[in-house]
């Protein structure tokens, strides 16, 4: 096939190929994202917390290793 | 063959590690010639791909990466690091803190220390300040941090019906339970709780309180695996009382009848400890000499100077016509029951070998006041008499301990009292049953009808960590909360009271069941709070303990301390043993008619009873004798697998009465003809998701009305099943390379030993390799501390602590059964076992091995990104985020000590089991968690070396070898491990490197490596 076909072909190919990101990124909340807050859940119900047990004593003998 | 390197000894020694290499099996063979196993590569066939052109290829991947990158906003996210807002006191970042509490594997009741590092627990190790088990614990307690991140835990009280299970709350539970106790109690109906052993006082007092209010409620302690029969014994032959405790450490002479003392008989590391003194090879004191008489091999068995085969069931003649040959010859005033064998016609008989028993009674009559015979606990109550006669026969009662004996709080249930219960529950008579985190469904013999009965109690409830066999059955299931999350007080020896205390709040909506108990009398359902039985406890202590202490300090100062030390002592010596009662022996029955099969049940070494069988990593530790994982099996001798025609993985059909189950084969050197030998605790139906139908379950073939005991049946009938099923086991995984010849251990020296008399003779007579070798690497010069370990043979009992240890240290993950069959098992230390001998009668030895952190290193020359190096202190180090797959740096490792990550076997494992959160938490984060396509193996705890570097620096002091405890040391409850600096002259590892007994494997290869193992000796008869 002469090369020039192929070129047109390679550019017909990202030609699409960018058109279709450039619509996903439109699509996607991606941008919006930008003015939205930046609060997010970041403690919920289900999720398993690690507290300390305050009333627990804590050994402070010296010499252990590890 | 001959042995360069044991020839002083003039014996030939045969090792081998199974009967394929025994017998010259090529399989065996094959498998040494390939570091990896066969399919380890059948992923990556090439053939195999796909023939996508490379532009296509190379089109499709930049239109893929186009797309994530697109829509995945945050794929490297693995959730959000925030900083503490208000950092909790008792929390530093990247300090770590200890908490001294104990552990409730077993009913021995261990001191612990809980590591935590940011509130999480990550690493439990032993309490130095408990006088008991002194800084050590067993494998179960090394792997207890990982139940308390079981997903497979219950997170709330959950309602049962056919229906479906559904969540409920905690006040529906209470209100319900109130009501319903309250209506049994008035109408006269039993409350039977289901507990197993109660060791603790404070506990004690809330059954009791409980009683109080529902006068009808009654406990029923039982435990598959415990003292009962051996204290009835003592109960005839001296008076009420418990089995006193054994100074094993002043024992010359030990003989033990089926008593596994040293993996899980008693205190088992206690007893370890103590037996070890008996067995330094570096002090190299006077040696104790062991005799074990068994039906299989057992890590007792493994330790023994010599071991005689018997059956279980023959033990009762055994020991009789021990004491008739011993009586005979002392002229002792207690005689064997008339009609006794002599013991000459007992050894023809069960073909036994007559020198090794001729020694044993030898050393028995020369060592008298200083030997002790013991019994197994799952012998039957008359060995326990003979035997206890016995000791006293020979004075060996002066080895009974009299600074402490058991406690045991609450008595268990006897088999009358079960089967009572069970008519009751038949009748209508038990309105509640409360399961007090106990599984009795799976764990009795199911001709107690417990199963049926418990459909007929109205009211049924289990509280349980993690469901199981019986809460699928019962109303309710409620979660209480882990060990770690629980407070407690035990007393499991006169004079010792250990605390638990909770280390962080539940993870869950799970209260203490003692708690929930204490809400429950109290009759008010708003009565449980957080710390209803922390106060409980603490107004206990101040009533009861801090009293009788007398103390000079208040009581908050005293509690707090106790807190801290984890332990409160007061000195309290057992009661002086009442006398023998000779007539004891008169009421032995003679043993039952034996067929020729004896079938033994008897406890594994890692799951317990069936209770941590879905904890992962204790299924793939390595069994100590036949280094299986995932299963149980039927040990059987070589001749009676011959006269089936049984080989390995067959399948066997054990039937008793009328109860028969199927088995693969194990064919185990070492085990008495006839015996077929089952461990229990497999083959569960509920036991989560890694638990659940692993193994067989052997705990159907029990009877509370066996005619010897419910682990003892000598009318067992063996017959060859259909079908195959694949053990897996790592023995002949990682074996050294040597040539083919089966006895290449002894001309490599893996293995060097010999015997305590010619040691004493010739100090020298290893004869250990002199010769300056060439080597083209530069050897390396140490100016600053040089680490390096040394390990004891003598001392070293292959419990497997270490390995468990060093798992939780470093991360290491469980790769499940089928990779493990791959060869791909990835604990970076591994406790090899050698036979030598025959099959019938083999000599085993135990040989820790792990990365030796070779001077000249064979691994580091041939990566070619230099993953792989050596640091300035004598470390072979590894560097994670260079490596890159190549494998070449394993292949050249003669000592096979290196893993690598074929998957990420998190996510492999189990479709991911060990991603779900929380076991992420469980995570030691001063060691990196590797992924996949990355080689690992043993650092030398290089994170406990960086500590302690930094520790040094801050408080302006040099780094000393001793400040520094590798996982391994630290867990090894026989001290066979030392660690520390080569370079200090002073140093215990020094004086290893230079002791006539250490010794270096492979030596010959000059990879300079920097384990010095002390050989084995033996402490057996000159003429032997």
Redesign the interface.
Known sequence: MPETTKTLQRRKFFGKLGKGLTGLLLLSAFPVKFFQSEKKEIASEKKIRIIEHPLAVKRNKKGLRG | MNNSKNESSGKDYNYWRSLKELNNNPEAFDQKANEFMKGVTDDFEISGMSPVSRRKFL?LLS?SV??AA??C?NYHSHG?I?PYNKK?E??TPGIP????STCTGCSNACGI?I??R???PI?V?GN?DHPVNKGKICAIGQASVINLYDPNRLKTPVAISQEGNSSINWKTVDEGMIAELEKASSSGKQIAIISGRISSPSEKMVLDNFIAKYPTARVYSYELFENGVRNAAWNRSYAPGSFPLIQWDQAKVIVSLEGDFLANEGHAIENIQMFSKGRDGFLNKDFNRLYVVEATMTPTGMAADYRLRLKPDRQLDFVLSLMNEIGERTKSSIKAPSGTSSLKDFVKNENMLAGTVEHLVQDLIDNRGSAIVYAGSLLPEDVHVAVNALNEMLGNTRLYRTDQAEVLQIPFAQKQDLENLVGEMNKGNVQVIIHYDTNPIFDLPQDYGYADALKKVPFSIAMLEQENETSALCRYALPISHDF?SWGDFNTRMGIFSLR?????P??STRQKEAILLSWASGDSKFYKD?VY?DFIMNNWEKGLFASAKSPLDFRTFW?TA??N?VVVLPENAPAPAGFKAASLSEIKPPSKAGRYTLYLKGNYSIGDGRYANNGFLQELPHPVTKVVWDNYAFISPKTAEEFGLEMNDMVEVKVGSRKQEFPVFIQPGTADGAVVVELGYGRRKAGEVGTGTGVNANILMSKDAPVTPFIYNDAQIRKASGAYKLVTTQEQHTIEDTRAKDAHKRRGIIREGTVDEYKKNPGFLEKEEREKISMNKNPEYLGVKWAMGIDLNKCVGCNACVTACDIENNVPVVGKEQVDKGRIMHWFRVDRYYSGTAEDPVSYTQPMLCQHCDTAPCENVCPVAATTHSPDGLNQMVYNRCVGTRYCSNNCPYKVRRFNFFNFRDHFADGYYLQ??VE?VYNPEVTVRSRGVMEKCTF?VQ?IMQ?RENAIEENRELKGS???T?CQ?ACPSEAIVFGDANDPDSIISKFRAHNLGYHVLVDLNTRPNITYLAKLRNIHPEV
Do not use: W
């Not at chain 2, 803190?97 to 001294?100: C, D, G, P, Q, T």
């Not at chain 2, 205390?501 to 709040?505: E, L, S, W």
């Open positions: 089109a239109a186009a797309f697109s829509s906003t959000e925030i909790p008792e929390v803190n200890l908490y001294a220390l590591k935590t940011e509130g999480r690493k190790d130095p999350e205390q909770p280390v962080i709040y993870l869950y710390t922390h707090l807190l801290e984890g959160e929380p938490m705890c406990r302690a400040d520094v405890q996982a630290q």
